[in-house]
């Protein structure tokens, strides 16, 4: 890794994760940008908020955090993303997620396409592609990246907004895909892939030879990891009173850019994503301030 910062895009939503009475600031690739952040790496958001009090206190956090704005827009005539989050009994999340908001109009803008055109690492999900905009300009963005980049596609199955197409395309332009155990067997059903999980892993591979790595997050069983030529499983290395479980997938996914990034193995990416994750999963949201111990390794 060179001696300056890393450059990690996140391309898609910025939203207010609501919670009963309460409010987190959120969206899984806001989630990534911030750990990335933490994680020793120049960390930007290409994404859109409304031009009201929740865009503007959404800008200052952001900022005051550290993140790179200059490609972020503020869209007049549509608000900030909100979205009802509903926590059960065991810190699991459900989700409505509100429509025609800003980030369903995010730009190509000058300053969107300087960044990737550098971009060391890009992570795009497929929610922030519900509508044709979208997709088209993630499309464009994705296009515009060096040849090396690693581009990791961060599925992110929430009803109603599943289609296949849009799958199908982010698969085809990343390096890199990231999913859960419960998203896993959807998809495979929907591409016609065999039902066990390290055959579906196969059979992705298989169909999409520009993937290097698959990502498959089992909350309190930990992950597989499969690089096309094996299967990795890690359990979490302890276990912790989980708060709520936002935002811990995405740790994960930054944690995976930053360790591929650094060029490290997979067993101390995993490692590494784990405790990170655990770590999450015990506070509140999915933008905690991470204890120095998770992020000295990556920063040295």
């Not at 690739?29 to 865009?55: R, Y």
Request: net charge negative; with cysteine.
């Amino acid at each position: 890794m060179p001696d300056r910062p890393p450059l990690s895009i996140s391309v898609g939503e910025v939203l207010w994760d609501v919670v009963g009475d309460s409010r987190t600031l959120g969206g899984a690739p806001t989630n990534v940008s911030w750990h990335c952040a933490q994680l020793g790496a120049e960390a930007h958001v290409i994404s859109a908020v409304g031009n009201d009090p929740l865009g503007r206190e959404a800008l200052d956090i952001l900022s005051g955090r550290g993140l790179g704005l200059s490609a972020l827009a503020v869209i007049p005539d549509k608000p900030t993303s909100t979205v009802d989050a509903r926590i059960d009994a065991s810190g699991n999340a459900t989700y409505v997620i509100h429509e025609n908001v800003a980030w369903d109009a995010i730009p190509a803008s000058p300053a969107a396409l300087a960044l990737v055109a550098r971009a060391e690492a890009v992570n795009f999900g497929s929610l922030a592609q519900r509508g044709e905009v979208c997709r088209e300009i993630t499309r464009t963005l994705l296009s515009a990246t060096p040849a090396n980049c690693i581009r990791v596609f961060d599925v992110n199955l929430r009803p109603p907004f599943i289609y296949q197409e849009v799958l199908a395309a982010g698969m085809e332009m990343a390096t890199v895909v990231k999913m859960n155990d419960d998203e896993l067997p959807v998809i495979a059903k929907l591409f016609g892939w065999r039902g066990d999980p390290e055959a579906a892993m196969e059979d992705l591979a298989s169909q999409y030879p520009n993937i290097s790595h698959i990502v498959v997050t089992r909350g309190a069983k930990g992950a597989w990891w499969h690089n096309r030529h094996r299967l990795t499983a890690k359990p979490p290395p302890r276990t912790v009173k989980t708060v709520d479980t936002i935002g811990a997938g995405d740790s994960v996914t930054a944690t995976v850019m930053l360790g591929l990034l650094k060029g490290w193995e997979v067993e101390k990416i995993m490692l590494a994503a784990m405790e990170i994750a655990s770590f999450v999963c015990s506070c509140r949201g999915g933008m905690p301030e991470l204890p120095a111990s998770l992020k000295a390794e990556f920063r040295e």
